[in-house]
């Protein structure tokens, strides 16, 4: 049988149904997302390989709260970095738990890592081991007072 995928991002409608019902009830089973979609329990399964494969789904894991583990305050932090040091202060920002991501970037700064802290001091500790980092300069740093829109890709998903 030949599926017809439509839209930009290669999925159709029957994909962007399976996407909002994993992410709306992860713990329901291939049977029971056959049954709500009304389809064969094959046809969920063989949507989700094909989603795993393109890299679309990326993993099945429990999105964790960071406030929940003790870690409330979270910052943004901009990195000033010697160019020729990247893959080095990449492997030491992973090394920090603290670091919840960082991406080198284009324009002012060069990493911008987003971090957590039990508090404010916690967040100074933080940033005073990524300056400690051989090949980071500077840091620039702004705490979050909340969040409007949380990380999500599901609307990019949806566009179709």
Known sequence: ??????????????????????????????????????VARGTVQARLDR????????????N?????????????????????????ISAA???IPEVLEAHIVTGPGDVWCRVAGRDHEHI?????????????RRSSTVITLSTVVPH???PLADRG
Not at 15 to 32: A, C, M, Q, W, Y
Not at 51 to 62: C, S
Not at 124 to 136: C, F, H, K, M, S
Request: glycine share 10%; aromatic share 4%; proline share 5%.
């Open 1 to 38: 049988m030949t599926v017809r995928r439509t839209g930009k991002n290669g999925l159709d409608d029957l994909d962007r149904k399976v996407l909002h019902l994993i992410r709306e009830r992860p713990r329901s089973g291939l049977l029971e997302l056959a049954r709500l979609l009304g």
């Open 51 to 62: 989603m795993i494969a393109d890299g679309v789904i990326t993993d099945f894991g429990p």
């Open 64 to 88: 964790l709260s960071p406030g929940a583990l003790g870690y409330p305050v979270q910052a943004f932090t901009t990195l000033e970095v010697e160019q020729v040091s990247r893959a080095d």
């Open 93 to 95: 920002l992973s090394a």
């Open 124 to 136: 100074q500790e933080v940033i005073d081991r990524t300056l400690a980092i051989p090949g980071v």
């Open 152 to 154: 999500r890709v599901q």
